[in-house]
């Protein structure tokens, strides 16, 4: 079994965007700029709008946060966002998730130009990536098919088997992953929770990226010797240690690591490739890459 190093491999990549960035200001340019909205005081969103930054200061990019009370109404919400679209100094935003639940969050994502929506949840985005254009691609997704060509996975004609069809990883990662591309040019099931026989499909996998938000749900039994598992899960689970808590994903991993060829540990397999990938959309939109 293998591990694959998501830190390490994300590290890799943040030293290339770094050296990038570098050049940009010795060449007496500014560096490209991405900014977060953040509202409320949720503590989940408000760590990772934190590490975006911290990762964004690590390579040079700059880094702005709008914050907002959770009772902003909608109406000014949709306002900040169209700031940010007319903003020319900042390339990329997104808007941190969830939002308070009197503001509708399709509204606002679908407010965002697509053009700056280096989170790739817009529906021009999304249609692009359903259709194999140029697109900015959501983070999570880009990340795991970063990993995948990073570790030299063969996926050609290999079954991917995806738990989840979220808007934000099963549903775009089982595009990426049938795109005549590679990684891709695999043959995808993609399960949810209607879905029959579950580990029946998910025991066909040569690939299985689990990505159903339940805490070690994915157990040896589900899976085939020799399978690459991707978990993208994040689980904070309270225990007696000296923190409190310890962070665990969607797949058992202590039963299911020794049946795989290769497996991402939780922390540090999906989770900062997500971010890197953010980053690396925030260099596309500043290049101008995609064409809108
Ligand atoms: P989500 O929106 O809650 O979607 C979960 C999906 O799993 C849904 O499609 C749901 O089916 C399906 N599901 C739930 N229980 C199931 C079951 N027992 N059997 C089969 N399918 C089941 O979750 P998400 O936003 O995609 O996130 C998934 C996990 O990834 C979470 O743990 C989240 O914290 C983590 N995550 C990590 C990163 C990262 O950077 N590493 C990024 C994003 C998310 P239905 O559609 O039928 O309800």
Redesign the pocket.
Not at 158 to 167: A, D, E, M, T, Y
């Given at each position: 079994m293998e591990l694959i190093d998501g830190k390490q491999i994300s590290e890799e990549i943040k030293k290339e965007i770094a050296v990038k960035t570098s050049a940009i200001i010795d060449a007496g340019g500014e560096p490209p700029h991405l900014a977060a909205i953040l509202v409320g005081e949720d503590p989940a969103s408000q760590t990772y709008v934190a590490s975006k930054e911290r990762s964004c200061k690590a390579v040079g990019i700059t880094s702005s946060i709008y914050r907002y009370p959770a009772n902003i109404s909608e109406e000014l919400l949709l306002e900040a966002v169209d700031f940010l679209n007319n903003d020319e100094e900042v390339n990329g935003f997104i808007v941190q998730l969830p939002l308070p639940k009197h503001i509708n969050a399709d509204k606002v994502l679908q407010r965002i130009s697509p053009a700056k929506d280096v989170d790739g949840f817009h529906p021009v985005n999304m249609g692009r990536l359903a259709l194999g254009l140029p697109s900015y691609l959501p983070a999570?997704p880009a990340g795991i098919m970063l990993l995948l060509e990073k570790s030299g996975i063969e996926t050609e004609g290999k079954h991917c088997v995806i738990?989840?069809?979220?808007n934000?990883?099963?549903t775009p990662m089982s595009l990426l992953m049938s795109r005549k591309s590679n990684p891709g040019n695999s043959t995808v099931t993609l399960?949810?929770?209607?879905?029959k026989n579950?580990s029946e499909i998910t025991r066909q996998a040569d690939i299985l990226i689990a990505?159903?938000?339940?805490p070690e749900?994915v157990k040896a039994d589900m899976v085939k010797a020799g399978a690459v598992v991707i978990d993208?899960?994040?689980?904070r689970i309270e225990d007696s240690s000296e923190k409190g808590y310890h962070i665990t994903g969607?797949v058992d991993f202590d039963a299911v690591a020794p049946k795989c060829s290769y497996i991402t540990p939780v922390p540090g397999g999906?989770?900062p490739m997500?971010i890197v990938s953010l980053l690396l959309n925030t260099f596309k939109s500043f290049n101008k890459e995609i064409y809108f």
């Amino acid at each position: 079994m293998e591990l694959i190093d998501g830190k390490q491999i994300s590290e890799e990549i943040k030293k290339e965007i770094a050296v990038k960035t570098s050049a940009i200001i010795d060449a007496g340019g500014e560096p490209p700029h991405l900014a977060a909205i953040l509202v409320g005081e949720d503590p989940a969103s408000q760590t990772y709008v934190a590490s975006k930054e911290r990762s964004c200061k690590a390579v040079g990019i700059t880094s702005s946060i709008y914050r907002y009370p959770a009772n902003i109404s909608e109406e000014l919400l949709l306002e900040a966002v169209d700031f940010l679209n007319n903003d020319e100094e900042v390339n990329g935003f997104i808007v941190q998730l969830p939002l308070p639940k009197h503001i509708n969050a399709d509204k606002v994502l679908q407010r965002i130009s697509p053009a700056k929506d280096v989170d790739g949840f817009h529906p021009v985005n999304m249609g692009r990536l359903a259709l194999g254009l140029p697109s900015y691609l959501p983070a999570t997704p880009a990340g795991i098919m970063l990993l995948l060509e990073k570790s030299g996975i063969e996926t050609e004609g290999k079954h991917c088997v995806i738990l989840g069809r979220s808007n934000i990883v099963g549903t775009p990662m089982s595009l990426l992953m049938s795109r005549k591309s590679n990684p891709g040019n695999s043959t995808v099931t993609l399960c949810h929770s209607k879905t029959k026989n579950l580990s029946e499909i998910t025991r066909q996998a040569d690939i299985l990226i689990a990505a159903i938000g339940q805490p070690e749900f994915v157990k040896a039994d589900m899976v085939k010797a020799g399978a690459v598992v991707i978990d993208v899960g994040i689980h904070r689970i309270e225990d007696s240690s000296e923190k409190g808590y310890h962070i665990t994903g969607d797949v058992d991993f202590d039963a299911v690591a020794p049946k795989c060829s290769y497996i991402t540990p939780v922390p540090g397999g999906v989770g900062p490739m997500t971010i890197v990938s953010l980053l690396l959309n925030t260099f596309k939109s500043f290049n101008k890459e995609i064409y809108f």
